[in-house]
């Protein structure tokens, strides 16, 4: 379900996600918002104990949804903030485990990264942040790219 499709949608706030496992799944956790605008807000998200195995996209914000072009050149209208990944751990499928893909009008703020360690086979992976920002404790495999 993608957030932000239709103009008055509400929010959502206090979220968890606990204690699961994604194996060859072509998402691990995501957030993802249609890129249209919107007043909608995504805050409050807890990602816990999640284990990932040969994920396509283990990681994932997606603010420029927009399933066959019927929304090009909009940005998401939708505020993310305050999304917390503790405790995240397993292996990609592509090299890019990580990618904040966050509207230029509303970027991602309070994005923490508290102890993620996600592999790539016998390469590096690597993390894509587009407007988001936040801070990362802990181990941090790939190495953030969160703006402070």
Not at 9 to 33: A, L, M, Y
Not at 49 to 70: G, L, S, W
Not at 95 to 114: M, Q, R, W
């Amino acid at each position: 379900m993608a957030l932000g499709k239709d103009p008055n949608e509400q929010g959502v706030q206090n979220v968890t996600v606990k204690t699961v496992v994604f194996s060859g799944t072509q998402n691990g956790v995501r957030i993802k918002t249609w890129a249209k605008p919107n007043q909608g807000f995504v805050r409050g998200v807890l990602f816990e104990d999640v284990t990932i195995n040969n994920a396509q996209n283990p990681v994932i914000i997606d603010q420029e949804y927009c399933p066959d072009n019927n929304c090009p050149s909009q940005p998401s209208g939708v505020k993310i903030s305050n999304v917390t990944y503790r405790n995240i751990t397993g292996s990609s499928a592509t090299e890019k485990a990580v990618n904040f893909d966050c509207s230029h009008t509303n970027p991602c703020t309070g994005i923490v990264l508290d102890i993620v360690d996600l592999t790539y086979g016998s390469k590096p992976a690597t993390a894509s942040c587009t407007n988001a920002a936040g801070s990362a404790t802990g181990v941090v495999h790939p190495p953030s790219c969160l703006a402070s």
